[in-house]
């Protein structure tokens, strides 16, 4: 006879998951409102559960169809009761749904509202650039190829995680990539290139942008903040370390927002 555990780590995180919802759907409903820190508690901890869940390859949970009801209403509501530390944890929170939707846990249209959702909010803490994301080699570009080959032909260049290209003058970009337990290799090491791609005829082109900040999970690229940046021409740095299973984001904030 076959038992279910039902203590195992997956169970557990679809019975959080389940129980979050229903504690969301429950205050919407009633039109009550969560204290700011209750809210950001709730977002929070739905947010690793649903990274949880898609890193490990589980099928959405039972209550997943009601979370764009619930980003859309936790949208409304930030319309009308601006709360700046709620509507960061908002954030979170909504990339993480986001990625649901890339692994097929909602219909198109909910997806297409949630993206909706995302790049509004989005627009509000930053440049969002022309981000490209996946794990397939015909995301090679002409111009990153051209610069391993030309500065690094020692190193042999895999699979493009995410790539991500902005303008100059913004203030601050913030791109997210998921990784899961399938599509990561523990042996092989992910690196973080920056390149100013508007003339690579010379090794300069590997120097950090001045005044700008990268960060990796909230965690300074060693050599590329500015207390500690390489003046000069630098190599791909390997991130490892700072990455997680889920949800992962990537910045670069120009210093003048950094130092605020």
């Given at each position: 006879?076959?038992?279910?555990n039902?203590?195992?780590?997956?169970?557990?995180?679809m019975?959080?998951i389940?129980?979050?919802?229903?504690r969301f759907t429950?205050?919407?409903?009633?039109?009550?409102?969560?204290?700011?820190v209750?809210?950001?508690?709730?977002?929070?901890s739905l947010?690793r559960g649903?990274?949880?869940?898609?890193a490990?390859?589980?099928?959405?949970?039972?209550?997943?169809n009601?979370?764009?009801?619930?980003?859309?209403?936790?949208?409304?509501?930030?319309?009308?009761?601006?709360?700046?530390?709620?509507?960061?944890?908002?954030?979170?929170l909504?990339?993480?749904?986001?990625n649901?939707?890339?692994?097929?846990?909602?219909?198109k249209?909910d997806?297409?509202?949630?993206l909706a959702?995302?790049?509004?909010?989005?627009?509000m803490?930053?440049t969002?650039?022309?981000?490209?994301?996946?794990?397939d080699?015909?995301?090679y570009?002409t111009v990153?190829?051209?610069?391993?080959?030309?500065?690094?032909?020692?190193?042999?260049?895999g699979?493009?995680?995410?790539?991500?290209q902005?303008?100059p003058?913004?203030?601050?970009s913030?791109?997210?990539f998921?990784?899961?337990?399938n599509?990561?290799?523990?042996d092989?090491?992910?690196w973080?290139?920056?390149?100013e791609?508007?003339?690579?005829?010379?090794s300069?082109c590997l120097?950090?942008?001045?005044?700008?900040?990268?960060?990796?999970?909230?965690?300074?690229?060693?050599?590329r903040?500015?207390?500690?940046m390489?003046?000069?021409?630098?190599m791909?740095?390997c991130?490892?370390?700072?990455?997680?299973?889920g949800?992962?984001?990537v910045?670069?904030?120009?210093?003048?927002v950094?130092?605020?």
């Open positions: 006879m076959e038992t279910t039902t203590s195992s780590p997956s169970i557990l995180n019975h959080r389940t129980t979050i919802v229903d429950k205050n919407f409903q009633q039109g009550n409102q969560c204290d700011s209750e809210f950001t508690k709730l977002c929070l947010s649903i990274d949880f869940a898609i490990n390859g589980q099928t959405p949970p039972p209550k997943a009601k979370l764009p009801w619930l980003i859309k209403q936790m949208n409304y509501q930030r319309k009308t009761d601006y709360v700046p530390s709620s509507l960061a944890c908002m954030m979170v909504i990339i993480s749904v986001k649901a939707c890339k692994f097929g846990w909602f219909n249209k997806s297409e509202e949630i959702i995302v790049d509004d909010i989005g627009k803490y930053c969002m650039g022309n981000v490209i994301t996946g794990f080699s015909s995301c570009s990153l190829s051209t610069i391993m080959e030309k500065y690094y032909p020692n190193m042999k260049l699979p493009i995680i995410v790539s991500n902005v303008n003058g913004y203030g601050s913030t791109f997210d998921h990784i899961t337990k599509n990561f290799q523990p092989k090491k992910v973080l290139l920056v390149a791609t508007d003339n690579i005829e010379t300069a120097i950090s942008p001045k005044e700008v900040n990268f960060l990796v999970n909230g965690q300074a690229v060693d050599m903040t500015m207390p500690q390489d003046r000069g021409p630098q791909p740095t991130v490892n370390g700072m990455l997680k299973f949800t992962n984001l910045q670069a904030v120009g210093g003048s950094f130092g605020k």
